[in-house]
């Protein structure tokens, strides 16, 4: 995936939302590369987000890791990982932009 690390949590959000998930834990972060977000679906099942940036300037590659459901969901963590990978693609060198489907 690529995108602006500044974007990496408003896609989380979007995408999450869209995928009948919520953000229920993301740290305080320092500068880094690294961000983790913890998630609930729903249902109640716990889910995680991943992202590690592969450079320092953006907008940059990353790495995004999912796991859905205590044993994983491979449909739904793909889903997940889509919509994230579309909003950063919407969000790129913009302050904003729509949310689209």
């Known amino acids: 995936m ?8 408003p896609a989380a959000l ?9 953000i229920v834990r993301w740290p305080e972060t320092v500068p880094g590369s690294v961000r983790e977000m913890e ?6 099942e716990p889910a995680e ?8 300037t953006d907008p940059r ?7 859905v459901g205590t044993y994983g969901d491979v449909a739904r963590e793909r889903d997940l990982l889509d919509r994230v990978s579309h ?6 060198g913009k302050d904003w932009a729509p949310v689209e489907p």
């Open 2 to 9: 690529v995108g602006d690390w500044e974007d990496v949590g």
């Open 14 to 22: 979007v995408a999450a939302s869209q995928c009948e998930m919520a």
């Open 39 to 44: 998630l609930v679906t729903t249902g109640d």
């Open 49 to 56: 987000l991943r992202f590690e940036a592969a450079s320092s």
């Open 61 to 67: 590659p990353m790495e995004v890791l999912c796991k």
């Open 87 to 92: 909003r950063l693609e919407q969000l790129k």
